[in-house]
């Protein structure tokens, strides 16, 4: 049987939706929207019946008939920690998407559960999230931090990571149950997973945290100078947050965060441009060796993925560092719609079962 699912990633400002028969997409479509029309709603979880309305018009548009629908997939957003896999959308879910106190913030991310199930009640079909970012499978011993007071935390680009993670376990000719691998996701914020197993059992924290810093964010830093800098006056804590999470890394090295630009610069003679980036993929790669440790060394294979893998310098100053611990595969750009529309399906064809979000 061939089945048919809509999934809906919303960001800040744009929808992205697609819609696969089996393998096949049917059609993608990034749908843009007006900051000041968004201002009318009030609140991020407000949105939803607007961007609903515009999915569907879009849907019209590209002549897939609700009625065609199997399932819809919303992306995950800022729930509890749960393990990685496809998630039944109820009640519990939906109440912790609108709880700003669970993680500080409300995501657009927590939008793609509320559009999803709006569109999938009336139709009497499933609905599911897929790897949301908080995706934690640690090992007990990955959450100690040096401190009692202070746990290490998951927080990654999860649903790229497991999916490619899915996509070169079977290029090697495994399951992914059966692989050990590092994954590596390369966007504004880097993530760099050990997966064992097919279990990423350590990661650094992708938002506020440890590993490389990234196009946007500020990695690990100097403990003592950090607290210096939060302690200065010169910031206040949303400030400094927001400066260490948005235009921290590259962005206050160079003025940009845009791969293509900085790489111009470089092939113009900026040697200052090529030194903050080759410092950035040698922290990706101390990283990816500290993930080897973690697999004992028995990595079947390396993989890069993100749009900073467009950017062949890049790509070959981190392999000339970790060449030797297994081979590096490359996958450019991100796979996020598909994979969330994959995740619906293998549950929809009984590869896997939906789990039932437990708080």
Not at 265 to 278: F, L, N, S, V
Not at 304 to 327: C, Q, T, W
Request: hydrophobic share 40%; proline share 5%; charged share 25%.
């Amino acid at each position: 049987m061939s089945y048919r699912v809509l999934a809906i990633n919303p960001g800040s400002t744009s929808t992205k939706i697609a819609v696969y028969d089996d393998n096949s997409p049917v059609f993608e479509k990034t749908l843009r929207h007006d900051p000041v029309e968004l201002d009318k709603y009030g609140g991020i979880i407000e949105q939803y019946d607007y961007r609903k309305g515009l999915v569907m018009e879009a849907m019209e548009e590209n002549s897939v008939q609700p009625e065609s629908l199997h399932a819809v997939v919303g992306r995950g957003g800022l729930v509890r920690p749960v393990c990685g896999g496809t998630w039944k959308i109820n009640d519990a879910m939906l109440r912790d998407l609108k709880d700003p106190n669970l993680w500080g913030r409300i995501h657009a991310s927590n939008l793609g559960a509320f559009i999803a199930k709006a569109i999938a009640e009336p139709l009497n079909i499933p609905c599911y999230i897929v790897d949301p970012v908080v995706v934690d499978e640690f090992d007990d011993i990955a959450r100690i931090s040096g401190i009692p007071e202070i746990e290490r935390k998951s927080l990654l680009h999860a649903l790229n990571i497991r999916y490619i993670g899915r996509l070169l376990a079977k290029e090697l000719g495994k399951d992914i149950s059966d692989a050990n691998l590092i994954g590596v996701h390369m966007g504004g914020g880097i993530s760099v997973a050990a997966i064992k197993n097919g279990r990423v059992v350590d990661v650094n924290n992708a938002l506020l945290g440890m590993g490389p810093f990234s196009p946007q964010r500020a990695g690990a830093l100097p403990i003592g100078d950090l607290l210096d800098l939060a302690y200065s006056g010169k910031y206040t804590k949303k400030e400094l947050c927001n400066y260490l999470t948005k235009t921290a890394g590259l962005m206050a090295y160079l003025g940009t965060d845009s791969g293509i630009e900085i790489n111009k610069r470089i092939e113009a003679g900026d040697e200052y441009a090529k030194k903050i980036q080759d410092a950035m993929c040698y922290q990706v790669a101390k990283e990816i060796g500290a993930c080897a440790t973690v697999l004992c060394g028995k990595v079947d294979g390396i993989y890069l993925s993100g749009g900073l893998v467009y950017n062949a310098h890049i790509v070959n100053a981190i392999k000339e560092r970790v060449d030797f611990i297994a081979p590096l595969y490359l996958y450019p750009g991100e796979k996020e719609m598909e994979a969330l529309c994959q995740g619906g399906i293998r549950v929809l064809c009984g590869q896997e079962p939906a789990q039932e979000y437990p708080y």
